[in-house]
């Protein structure tokens, strides 16, 4: 079995300031790593997602994500917001070996980027 | 375009009601899954099916049911809505079975059980 925690429910930033939002994950298996966003009334879409290779994996609208094996973590980060980013994100993962594709799904961050 | 769609997207019921939530998608996927979102537990699995005549409950599934009679659709049911049941609701769908691969998120179901 898996768990996904991320650390901070809510991050408030100024717009064009850095933001990290932190992932750590449990698990006794390999498994993939997805950060997925959920902006305001909508449902949830794909951002980035580590599969194998390099540790640094880049998603759109401006973000990345660093896979650390030993730290189990998987930190999304992006080096300037912008309002539009307002939007609460998620971190899931999945069990590499399973036959399917189910998700588990850490709590969410919302993300409020202030002018 | 392809999309995954939910209806209805707000429903107010009433406890020991019956209650379905429709979910319809045009990608031709095998793959589909239910969800619930509360603050601060994410998204929890409740069904998911990997083709028709298939379903599998997920780590949520008490009191929900789900049947997949088409490709195209998964309704759940909820057999006697309770208010702990109050939540929204998402559908997603997915190519095919591999860990990898990205799933797709209908715009969900916000249910109120009074």
């Known amino acids: 079995a898996q768990s996904v925690t991320q650390l901070d429910s809510q991050v408030p930033v100024f717009e064009e300031a850095p933001v990290e939002l932190r992932c750590n994950y449990s698990s006794s298996v390999s498994v993939y790593l997805f950060w997925y966003v959920q902006y305001p009334n909508q449902g949830l879409q794909l951002l980035l997602k580590y599969l194998s290779g390099s540790t640094l994996v880049k998603g759109i609208n401006g973000f990345e994500a660093e896979f650390n094996k030993s730290q189990t973590s998987f930190h999304l980060r992006k080096p300037s917001v912008h309002i539009s980013d307002t939007a609460e994100y998620f971190c899931?993962?999945?069990?590499?070996?399973?036959?399917?594709?189910?998700?588990?799904f850490g709590g969410g961050t919302r993300v409020l980027v202030k002018p | 375009d392809a999309e995954i769609t939910q209806s209805p997207r707000h429903k107010i019921t009433e406890t020991g009601r019956q209650v379905t939530l429709a979910c319809h998608q045009t990608?031709?996927?095998?793959?589909m899954f239910w969800y619930r979102q509360d603050l601060g537990h994410g998204l929890r699995l409740i069904h998911y099916?990997?083709?028709?005549?298939?379903?599998n409950k997920g780590e949520v599934s008490d009191g929900y049911s789900v049947s997949r009679s088409n490709t195209e659709d998964l309704p759940l049911t909820l057999e006697s809505a309770a208010s702990s049941q109050t939540s929204v609701y998402f559908c997603a769908s997915s190519e095919v079975s591999l860990a990898y691969n990205e799933q797709f998120f209908g715009p969900g179901t916000r249910l109120t059980v009074l």
């Open positions: 099916s990997y083709g028709v005549q298939d379903t």
């Open positions: 899931a993962v999945s069990d590499q070996a399973a036959a399917g594709n189910k998700l588990t």
């Open positions: 990608w031709n996927h095998n793959n």
